[in-house]
Each structure stands twice: as C-alpha cells, then as structure tokens.
C-alpha cells in the first residue's frame, strides 16, 4: 500500500509539528532548570570571590591541603567536594572554576563530586527505594575516594596550563573574573538547553526507549538482574531520581527482590545522569572518556566489593534494618 501525495504532506506536516512541539518543551524545561541553577551557582561564584579576597579560601586550602594531596589537588579543592557533597555538582562547578586547576585536576575532582554529590536529597531518594543510608553514605563517600586515589595515579599529567573559569589563570582583574564566570555559566546553559531538547525529542519519537533497551544488554553484562537492568539503564541515563522511581513502582508490584534492589541502588550511586553531568563537567575543562569509562569502572569494582560485604551484615541483622 503506497501513500498518496496528500497523505505524504500530511504525516509531514504532523511530523513537523511534533518537532516543533517537542523543541519548544524541551527549551522551555531546558531554561527553567537553567534558571534554577543559576540560583545556586551564581551566589556560590560570589561566595568563592568573598572567600578569595578575605584570605579564607587561603585559610581552607592550608587545611585541606594534606588531605587533597592524596589526589593530588590543591587544598582549595576540598571546597569543591564539600560542596558538592551537600549541595550539588553546579555549585560544586561554580567553585572549581574559581580555584587554580589543570585539566588532570578537574577530571579527578570531577569524577569525585559525580560519584558523592548532593548527599542529603540523594541518600533519602534511595531510602526511599529500599536502601538505607547506613549503605549509601559509605558506599558512595568510599567509592570517591577510592576514584580519586585511582585516577590521580593513572591518569597522565596535562602540563602547566591551569584552568581558572574556563581561561588560563593568573593575575585576573574583576572583569575578567566576571567574563569568565560568565562563559562558563553560558556553556552550562547551552549544554542543558541542548540536551532537554534532545531529551525530550528522544521521548516523543520514542528514540529513549529504544536506548534504554539496548542498554539494559550492557547492564545485564555488569551483573545486574534482568528485572533492574531496564531500571539501571534509565538512571544512568536520565538520574537517580528517575532510576529511585521506577525501583519503588517496580517493588510496589514485587517485582524486585532486596538483593536486586540494593544492587541497583549501589551501581546508580555511583553512576547516574551519565550523559547530561559528565558533559557540563567537560565544558569546563575535564576528559570526557576518563569521566564515562572512570565512573563505569569503579562502579563495576565498587557493586562486586560492597555487595558482598553489605549482604552479610544486613543479613545477619548486625545493623539497623538488617
């Protein structure tokens, strides 16, 4: 059966229209996330300032400065992980780019804030979801610095050229501390606004399932149960929120048992939101296959060392819930 001329102008038309729909909801979602980082970055930028001309970023980075040389950071950077860790990765970035970093250095803090950030909200999403928090905290604190210490010896020195705000560094004037913050906010808000608008173009044609799919092939090969490999696959790509959902509808209709539950949970703390966090972390300075295939790894070595270990307490009943 062929189509007519009129027909083929019509699935045309409707099929533009659904582009044209879809552009514009994942623009406007796009600016709406946008605006509401921008609330936590942009005072987190004139926080760091504050911090700088005071002298007590100075003061943080001498007392961080042991701990941090363990990955071979400067000691301004356990602001960033601090951050990180109990807010999010944006103001995480909003600090990175105002501290003296080379390319080596924001992957391997880049990595460590993607795998333990936003800590509170995230740790109660997966509580949520039938892990508790006496799992995820360690697990996913341990993980990043068991990154951390991996990557600062593995990865290959990137030379002299520091990255300060998405420039080289050195003497700055508040102009261009102002210019620079403002670029690297402008990357973050393409890079957001391009990947709602693919999302949700994805989402419409039914592309993200397609993906999620032959994903959960991969998932499976990583050790998940076939009944999470699916849910696996939509956090990775989309996040742990996303990823906790679907873990609490699918437990609601006993289609996860424990075991898979806590698996899925370890394997998403430390990688989740693969695609959009990775890409907004390159945009200011760091490797983009050291942060996918990094976080992919230690999440593998991660889920085989800890499973074992948290089933045996939790089985036992030595621990709260067990």
Do not use: C
Request: aromatic fraction near 6%; glycine fraction near 10%.
């Amino acid at each position: 059966m062929t189509l007519s001329e009129p027909e083929i102008n019509g699935t045309g038309t409707k099929m533009f229209k659904r582009v044209i729909l879809s552009v514009r909801r994942g623009g406007l979602s796009g600016l709406f996330t946008s605006w509401t980082l921008l609330k936590v970055m942009v005072p987190t930028m004139i926080l760091v300032q504050i911090l700088k001309v005071t002298g007590l970023l100075s003061l943080m980075a001498a007392a961080g400065a042991p701990f941090m040389s363990l990955f071979q950071l400067p000691g301004e950077s356990s602001l960033v992980l601090i951050t990180g860790g109990l807010v999010n990765i944006y103001a995480a970035i909003a600090v990175a780019v105002n501290i003296p970093l080379t390319a080596k250095g924001m992957t391997i803090l880049a990595i460590m804030v993607l795998i333990a950030h936003n800590l509170i909200v995230e740790t109660a999403v997966q509580s949520q979801s039938g892990t508790p928090a006496w799992i995820t905290l360690p697990v996913r604190i341990g993980a990043a610095i068991f990154a951390g210490l991996l990557f600062a010896w593995i990865i290959p020195e990137s030379g002299e050229v520091l990255v300060q705000a998405g420039i080289p560094s050195g003497a700055m004037s508040w102009d261009d501390i102002l210019i620079a913050n403002g670029m690297s906010l402008a990357k973050i808000i393409v890079i957001i606004v391009s990947l709602m608008v693919i999302m949700e173009l994805g989402r419409e044609f039914g592309i993200m399932d397609r993906i999620t799919s032959a994903l959960s092939v991969p998932m499976k090969f990583l050790g998940m149960d076939r009944r999470t490999s699916v849910v696996t696959a939509v956090g990775l790509l989309l996040g742990l929120a996303y990823g906790a959902g679907l873990i609490i509808d699918e437990t609601r209709r006993n289609n996860i048992g424990r075991d898979e539950i806590l698996a899925t949970n370890i394997f998403l703390g430390t990688n989740h939101a693969l695609i959009e966090d990775t890409l907004i972390f390159v945009v200011v300075g760091a490797s983009l296959a050291w942060i996918l295939l990094g976080r992919l790894v230690v999440g593998f070595l991660v889920l085989r060392i800890s499973m074992p270990l948290v089933l045996y307490f939790w089985k036992s009943g030595k621990v709260p819930g067990g």
